[in-house]
């Protein structure tokens, strides 16, 4: 389909940074940002109160019945931040445990948790002027998608972010932390349904050795330029 403006695709690993450059880039651009990241731990969440474990037969067609009833929406708060609803109930804190991203690590991998999820994502940011960010946006969700980049960084870097991140009152060691991060980019490398990858017209993002800001620079101007591309399409 033609659009007047991009959907920008913002893939990486854990820790990566994706959803600080994507909130700043989606401010800068007056985008409208979708967290992939928080709608599979919203489900992973919904799965665990319900007593659901990966693997059981019940878990497509309960996640399926979720997307189906609108239990899940982003909202806008007050303070200018997008919130997570559950049912109506504000999960954006809840989603943030250590628990929650591993078990959506491996909540993400079914098959039929992704094809539940593929038709919500794609109706939301169809019509461009968006920025999604998660592991397979590029690859699988929006692979027509006019601007695509690859965020990346080192494990050490990567893990420094995620520790400092972590809601729970009783927090890991960063060791701890680290080690997390490592055993899910494995597993996200590794699963057979949609893995974590580069595709091949994204550009890459090391934000190793780079101020959120530098990125959030790099990545505006280049959809800026795209953006002037599709004015001047036809």
């Known amino acids: ?5 991009p959907i920008v695709a913002i893939d990486g690993p854990a820790g990566s940074g ?14 409208v940002v979708l967290d992939t990241g928080a709608l599979y731990r919203t489900l992973a ?31 806008l708060g007050p303070d200018g931040t997008s919130r997570v609803l559950l049912d109506g109930e504000d999960v954006s804190l809840a989603i943030r445990t250590p628990e929650m991203s591993a078990r959506a690590s491996v909540v993400s991998a079914l ?5 539940a999820l593929l038709s919500l994502q794609r109706a939301m940011g169809q019509g461009g002027g968006v920025v999604v960010e998660g592991r397979d946006i ?9 601007a695509k980049f690859f965020l990346t960084a080192s494990l050490d870097r990567r893990a420094e972010r995620r520790f400092r991140e972590l809601t729970t009152r009783d927090p890991p060691s960063l060791l701890s932390v ?7 980019d494995q597993r996200d490398s590794e699963r057979a349904v949609a893995p974590l990858l580069k595709p091949a017209d994204a550009e890459l993002m090391d934000s190793t050795d780079l101020g959120i800001e530098e990125v959030v620079d790099r990545i505006v101007r280049s959809v800026r330029r795209t953006e002037a591309s599709l004015e001047a399409s036809p």
């Not at 098959?111 to 094809?115: D, E, G, N």
């Open 45 to 75: 969440l919904a799965t665990s109160r319900a007593g659901l474990e990966p693997g059981r037969d019940e878990l497509g067609p309960f996640c399926h019945e979720l997307v189906a009833r609108g239990a899940i929406a982003f909202q």
């Open 111 to 115: 098959p039929a948790v992704r094809q």
């Open 138 to 146: 590029g690859s699988v969700v929006f692979p027509d998608a006019e």
């Open 178 to 184: 680290k080690d997390q991060v490592s055993e899910r």
């Open 1 to 5: 389909m033609s659009r007047s403006r």
């Open 18 to 31: 994706k959803t600080t450059v994507s909130r700043l880039v989606a401010q800068r651009l007056g985008y």
